[in-house]
Every structure is written in C-alpha cells, then in structure tokens.
C-alpha cells in the first residue's frame, strides 16, 4: 500500500474507497485498526485519527501506534486531514490551507521513536517537515478544481483538549502560528521520523478565541467541516492520481533507520 489517508475531525468516513475490509496491525505501541479499500485500481488505507465516533482526544490518540501501523504496511505517502483554527485573519473559516511548517506547543505527549537502546538516539532534520511534493500536488489540484488553499502556513499545536485563551492565541500569532490545532504534533514529527511524506490539508473551521466574537464550540468546527465535506473530498481525490509513483523528495531519508 503506497497511500494512507488520516481523517480528523469530521473526515471519519473512507468515502470514496470501495471493497473496504478492516485490518488489524500489531504494533510494540499496541493494535491498531485500519481500513483499507480501493479507490482507482490502487489499495488506500484510512485511518480516522480520533476512531469511528470521535471517541479518542487529541491527547490521547496512539500516534505512535498509527504511525508505526502505516510503516509495517508499506505506506510511503500520507494525506492527513485536520481541523483548525486561524489565528490569522488571511486565513478564513471555509478556507483550505496546505501547511508548510508548525510550532509545538504540546505538554504532555509521547512525540518521538527514538528513546535510544535499540532505537537509538536520533535528531531528526525538520527543515521540511511537510513533504514538498505532496504539498505541491495538494496545491495545484485546489487550484484546478477552484477550491480556496491557500500554499503554505504555520500549524500551532496546543495540547487541548480546551480551546485556547485569547492570550494564548495573540502569542501563537506574534510568534509567527497562523492556525491552531491539537493533532499535528507528534503525528507529522512520528511520520518524518520514520521517512514517510506527509502533506496536510487543514480546513480553517472557526477564528481563534478572542479574534472571534463568539465563544467556541466543538459543533461550530464540525458544522463548517460538514459544509465543506464535499470539497475536501474532492481534493483528495483529485490529488490521489496526481501523486508521482517514485518519491522526489527527501522524506524518507529525514530519520532513522527503523525496520518495523
Ligand atoms: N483551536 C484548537 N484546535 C482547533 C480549533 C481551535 O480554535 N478549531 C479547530 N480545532
């Protein structure tokens, strides 16, 4: 399997998959289950990062374990999807953006596989965290189909599972965050680790506390994901075929070298 797909909030549905079977995989984090279905002759996989009904938060997802799950089924490329909020007002609710780079504001996870002992002590290259070539296709085919995306920003990651304080969100935007988020760190640092491309297609959801009039709630984020289902939909079908079988980027000499 080349592709795996990582739905968020929202996204808990391999929709446009067919012949779906679900697989258990073994991993030393624990079991993880994946579906996997056909979509344009080719295996994909789906994973809905918080389980079927949003029952996991963000803090409590097994990063390590899905991750690990991908890597034993030979996945080279992931498209993952998440749920943001914009602590910048280029960046609208509706809006689609391709993220380039993040800052970790995280407390309390388990970001990393190498602990040393057998893993060994690894310091990762994070020059390009998101795969250059997968962005390049996420970009350009929003731009065919005339979906608004925007080419690059700065994902915030917060440990959740509360929203932000509006202090918290002015710090994150003078220190160059443009959306906020509580999913991207560890999951796209795991994945760089273990050499795999990574590309994000965030969808801006709601403005961050404080910018936005209105309390937030977890139902406004899902009510602008529901509307703008069809269009991240689209996008990741369109971009499936678009994606170059040989890699051409660097991803998968980022890390260690793990045999899973
Ligand atoms: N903050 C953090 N995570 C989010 C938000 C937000 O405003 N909206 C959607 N996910």
């Known amino acids: ?19 779906i079977h679900e697989e258990k995989i073994e991993t030393p984090y624990g079991m993880v289950d994946i579906k996997v279905g056909t979509y344009e002759g080719e295996e994909i996989g789906f994973m809905p990062r918080h389980g079927e009904k949003h029952s996991l938060p963000p803090h409590k997802v097994n990063y390590r374990a899905n991750i690990w799950a991908l890597k034993k089924l030979k996945v080279e490329r992931v498209l993952a999807t998440a749920a943001v909020g914009s602590t ?79 202090a918290e969100i002015r710090m994150i935007s003078r220190l160059g965050g443009d959306l906020v988020g509580m999913t991207n760190v560890p999951e796209v640092v795991l994945a760089h680790e273990l050499g795999l491309c990574y590309g994000l297609i965030a969808m801006v959801t709601n403005l961050g506390a404080g910018i936005s009039e209105n309390p937030l709630s977890h139902q406004e984020v899902l009510d602008i994901m529901d509307q703008n289902g069809k ?29 899973v």
């Open 88 to 166: 910048n007002t280029d960046f609208q609710p509706g809006d689609f953006v391709i993220v380039n780079d993040f800052l970790d504001f995280t407390k309390n996870r388990t970001y990393t596989f190498f602990e040393g002992g057998q893993m060994g002590v690894v310091h990762t290259d994070f020059t390009e965290p998101y795969c250059p070539e997968l962005r390049k296709v996420l970009v350009e085919t929003a731009k065919k189909l005339g979906i608004k995306a925007h080419d690059g920003g700065v994902y915030a990651c917060t440990e959740g599972p509360r929203f932000e304080t509006p």
């Open 231 to 259: 269009n991240l939909k689209n996008l990741i079908m369109e971009s499936i075929p678009a994606i170059p079988l040989e890699r051409n980027c660097s991803c998968n000499q980022s890390g260690g070298k793990i045999e």
């Open 1 to 19: 399997m080349r592709i795996a797909i990582i739905g968020g909030s929202g996204v808990y549905d391999p929709g446009i998959l067919t012949n």
